[in-house]
């Protein structure tokens, strides 16, 4: 394997860095709302779905009362 220097590895690393396409601000805006908003579904479906588990449990082992 060659070694390159370091102001080669910069160099580079920049020429990588042009190539990148850059989400916009609204872009970015957007996914991350989007991924706040699942997020909370799915802790609201996996709190539902763990309480019902509990209810089940309790009235199978006769621990509800």
Known sequence: ???????????EVRQEL??????????????TLGVIAMSGLMALFFFVVDTLIAWTVQWLLGLGG
């Open 1 to 11: 394997m060659a070694k390159t220097s370091p102001a080669q590895f910069v160099r």
């Open 18 to 31: 042009a190539k990148v396409t850059w989400p916009s601000r609204q872009e970015v805006l957007t996914a």
